[in-house]
């Protein structure tokens, strides 16, 4: 919980890892590539006293994850949405079994969502169905970046994911949460391209479609999708740093994806460890649109309080304590408020 | 013949019309080319660099081949090289480059037609962005303007140009009666929906500036000193500028 101003905010961070990108886990260049990608996105947009050293980035350990968020941090519930990249690292790049002990270890605080893949195919349904019933799953964070064998990458209306998403409704499993990377075969389009989430989110209804970093670089095609389909939502992961380097940026996407989504489907998130949550849930506390850009209406504190986290709680059901609800909680299943032309 | 020196100078102005398609910006400003040079026998040697490994193979891909062509064609030139450095594709691309593979020969299987569709979608785009400038700096300089200005009733300015300049990649029209304000294909939006299409095309230019911004600065991080080979955004950084009260119909 943060406390400001006499108003008291129930803290959700609905995108966090614990990751494990040392030499000894690298299996190839592209392991290397890849944090070192990370820990450039964390150097760029973070403020100077929140940096870590590299050796402190590429792996860190459950207790150091629990101190940034729960003890520093003001966060009240995180969720894990692991990347596996299994071309890449030799034990996978999140830490399932480490993030799942800590999750049994402190009960109410931590939600496992796990990744899947349907080039698996057959094996991988199987395999789906067991960490359903292991890990009580929720939900999955989909990466359709990955690379497996030849082929590098995956679209979200394949056939064999329509087969993985027929599970999920069986399993229970409703909230799907997407990240678009580069390189998706064929490369003729648009890699970032989130047409695919449309298609999927018209033939599921039943199942909620985070769609992380609000579909950045993409975020007009993604408020686009949103505003027609009631069931996909925006995680604020990458989106919220720009906070720190450019605030009236930041306004502009907070202001474009309240126009475009209502405030109901809009969800924090540190991005942990790439960013820490203590100074992202401060500066957005702190955070107004800015006077002159009249275009987008003034952030109330109850919208701050429902992306804080009253929205993913609502989502995943986490419970709140009363005196931390509005009188009006958040209906993350409502209709879009745009009319489409 | 050609002197290196000369030579290179004017690779160097060749090359700004390498654009990002995504970023709707020349290469040269970016900060892109990390080096250029030019041997004493018109041989030219050129190293791109990007902001990230996993830059999209695909753009990477368009903006290092369009440099081999742009400097293919310069008078006085031999053969030239261009190497893309530090890419998570470097060895696939630059193999494809020296080859003259083209596109489908450098990616094989990967690559199922040409790049040109993708090319024409962030035209389109880059429009889109440059008419919301255009339009919504004009509004607000002339409160008297209304939604369907033409070409003409724009200012003289940086933005009115990129804005002509983009709508030539198109094909648009570049008459004075001319709408500012078209739909993807060109025609014209009607009143009604006017609003509403300068609302989604305020929703795209948002996307390309930010994406500029995050692009711009994860290569300075990664390359230390590149800074000094950035310029500013040619188009104009409209982070400053006030946006304009835009009344949109809800449901």
């Given at each position: ?18 990751w494990d990108a040392s030499p000894?886990n690298q299996?190839?260049?592209h392991g290397k590539q890849f944090i070192d990608c990370f820990y450039d ?13 590299y050796?402190?980035f590429i792996s ?28 890449f690292y030799?034990?996978?790049f ?248 | ?251």
């Amino acid at each position: 919980m943060y406390t400001k101003d006499g108003e008291n905010y129930f803290i959700v961070d609905a995108h966090v890892a614990l990751w494990d990108a040392s030499p000894a886990n690298q299996r190839n260049i592209h392991g290397k590539q890849f944090i070192d990608c990370f820990y450039d996105y964390h150097r760029n947009l973070s403020p100077e006293s929140e940096l870590w050293a590299y050796e402190e980035f590429i792996s860190y350990t459950g207790e150091r994850l629990m101190k940034d968020l729960f003890q520093d941090g003001y966060v009240d519930h995180a969720i894990f949405q692991p990347a596996l990249l299994g071309a890449f690292y030799k034990n996978g790049f999140g830490q399932t079994e480490a993030a799942f002990e800590l999750t049994r270890q402190h009960p109410g605080k931590l939600t496992y969502n796990h990744a899947y893949d349907p080039r698996f195919g057959e094996d991988g349904l199987k395999q789906l169905r067991e960490d359903a019933a292991r890990f009580n799953l929720k939900g999955v964070k989909l990466y359709t970046a990955e690379w497996f064998g030849d082929s590098r990458g995956w679209k979200l209306d394949d056939k064999w994911s329509y087969r993985y998403l027929e599970a999920c409704q069986e399993l229970g499993i409703d909230k799907i949460h997407i990240h678009k990377g580069p390189t998706i075969r064929p490369l003729d389009r648009d890699a970032f391209d989130v047409a695919d989430v449309d298609k999927a989110a018209t033939d599921f209804t039943d199942l909620t479609f985070v769609i992380e970093h609000c579909g950045l670089p993409r975020l007009e095609d993604f408020c686009w999708i949103a505003t027609q389909e009631p069931n996909v939502h925006a995680g604020l992961a990458v989106a919220m740093p720009f906070i720190h380097t450019r605030p009236r940026y930041f306004a502009q996407i907070i202001g474009e994806l309240l126009y475009w989504l209502d405030e109901d489907r809009i969800h924090f998130s540190s991005d942990y460890a790439i960013w820490t949550p203590r100074w992202l849930v401060e500066r957005f506390v702190d955070f107004q649109i800015p006077a002159d850009m009249d275009e987008y209406a003034p952030l109330s504190v109850d919208q701050k309080k429902k992306i804080l986290g009253l929205n993913a709680a609502a989502l995943y059901d986490i419970p709140v304590p009363e005196h931390l609800q509005l009188a009006q909680p958040p209906r993350p299943d409502r209709q879009p408020a745009v009319a489409v032309a | 013949m050609a002197a290196p020196n000369e030579l290179e100078a004017r690779a160097w102005s060749a090359l700004d019309a390498v654009m990002d398609p995504e970023l709707d910006e020349p290469i040269t400003d970016l900060g892109f080319v990390r080096s250029l040079s030019a041997s004493d026998q018109g041989d030219l040697l050129v190293h791109l660099r990007l902001p990230t490994s996993f830059c999209s193979p695909n753009f990477a891909y368009l903006m290092a081949s369009d440099t081999k062509d742009v400097l293919g064609g310069l008078a006085g030139v031999g053969s030239v090289v261009v190497e893309l450095d530090d890419h998570h594709d470097s060895d696939l691309i630059n193999a494809g480059l020296a080859a003259d593979a083209g596109y489908q020969g450098t990616f094989g299987p990967e690559a199922e037609e040409s790049l040109d569709e993708l090319r024409l979608t962030f035209r389109k785009k880059a429009h889109t962005a440059a008419m919301e400038r255009a339009l919504t700096a004009a509004l607000k300089a002339s409160p008297g303007l209304e939604l369907n200005a033409t070409l003409a009733d724009l200012p003289a300015s940086p933005a009115t140009e990129a804005l002509k300049r983009r709508r030539h990649d198109l094909g648009l029209s570049l008459q004075p009666d001319a709408p500012v304000l078209v739909n993807e294909d060109g025609t014209p939006v009607p009143r009604e929906q006017a609003e509403f299409r300068l609302r989604r095309a305020r929703s795209t230019r948002i996307s390309i500036d930010g994406n500029a911004h995050f692009c711009r600065g994860l290569l300075r991080t990664r390359y230390p000193g590149s800074d000094a080979d950035q310029n500013p955004c040619a188009h104009g950084d409209t982070d400053g500028r006030p946006l304009l009260s835009l009344e949109v119909k809800a449901s």
